[in-house]
């Protein structure tokens, strides 16, 4: 219980009824920063959801690594839940990944391969250069939300281009028109699974292809054919198909589609979470396609942006 509060000198003084009374002085400014109303502590999120009609408007571009300051190509990251840097030398990638935060080693180290190899049983290293339908990475494995990074060594191959769908954009559509459908992949939890006799790795976790947060909101997205083992019980199958099967025909619609090329130094970052991903067949007789990927969690990411906005408060304090 305040015994006087006077306003000097932009400072507030405040006289505290305790035994013996004591002083606390708060700059005014400082309360203003502090203020509850609104909410300083966490920079409003932006978010713009995309589909090709939106892309058209307001074509993405490649940002040069050499000249484009951080912040430019890490808010579209934010906004869009992907951005490409271009000129890349193979030599600064793991310097320049480490900039933004640990990569976030998996069990390929912490750089995997991804080019046409002998005897590979992943489609996505095949000799044949088959198409990859549009997929989230390691939804068999419980990590935190991560960004996948994907860089281009080569791609001198016909074909070969990398497709994006804005995972958030499709699942708010589908919330739109199909309300009964949402809530089935929202609240199914599906089996998803990789078997990798390799390194001896068996992994596996179950999650809803729509996760949601505490308001409801999709937080992230699960969705990968490949991994996913069907385990729904027999009377929830018929309804489950039918919501899987709609929201399917989203996210193959062109409505939605990003379809670009990666060239050699380019380098892809998209939140894993939100940007399901795919690339077109490519022909690996007609040259060489090679990426290289890591990962971050995006948690560094999003602790970078939230620094670079708040340090004003906090280094004032110190
Ligand atoms: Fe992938």
């Not at 860089?151 to 001198?156: E, G, I, L, S």
């Not at 939890?189 to 999709?218: A, N």
């Not at 997205?221 to 199958?237: A, G, H, M, Q, V």
Request: include cysteine; charge should be negative; aromatic fraction near 14%.
């Amino acid at each position: 219980e305040p015994l006087s509060v006077e306003e000097k000198n932009g400072e507030i003084e405040i006289i505290w009824k305790e035994e013996p009374p004591h002083k606390s002085i708060f700059p005014v400014s400082w309360l203003l920063n502090h203020a509850y109303d609104p909410s300083p502590q966490q920079p409003e999120e932006q978010k713009i959801l995309w589909d090709r009609a939106w892309l058209d408007a307001h074509p993405p571009k490649k940002y040069d690594i050499h000249s484009c300051p951080e912040d430019v190509w890490m808010s579209q990251l934010f906004t869009l839940g992907f951005t490409v840097l271009k000129n890349i030398n193979p030599d600064n990638l793991d310097d320049f990944i480490s900039s933004i935060g640990p990569i976030h080693a998996t069990e390929y180290g912490r750089f995997g391969e991804l080019k046409a190899m002998p005897n590979s049983t992943d489609i996505g290293q095949s000799l044949t250069g088959h198409a990859l339908a549009l997929h989230t990475d390691r939804c068999h494995v419980h990590e935190p939300r991560l960004v996948q990074v994907l860089y281009c060594v080569d791609n001198n191959a016909s074909g070969g281009e990398s497709l994006l769908v804005d995972g958030f954009r499709i699942a708010t559509d589908f919330h739109q028109n199909h309300q009964d459908y949402f809530q089935i992949l929202a609240k199914t939890p599906l089996q998803f699974q990789d078997f990798d006799p390799m390194r001896g790795y068996f992994f596996s976790r179950k999650t809803p292809i729509l996760e949601l947060d505490w308001e409801g909101k999709v937080a992230g997205i699960y969705f990968s054919r490949k991994t996913c083992n069907w385990n729904i019980p027999f009377d929830e199958l018929e309804a489950f198909y039918e919501a899987y099967s709609a929201f399917c025909r989203y996210l193959k619609d062109p409505i939605y589609e990003y379809r670009f090329r990666l060239e050699p130094g380019d380098c892809l970052l998209a939140q894993n979470f939100r940007i399901i991903h795919g690339r077109t067949a490519y022909d690996p007789l007609s040259g060489h396609r090679h990426l290289r990927w890591a990962t971050i969690a995006w948690d560094y990411i999003n602790a970078r942006q939230n620094f670079e906005m708040l340090k004003h408060l906090y280094l004032m304090e110190n």
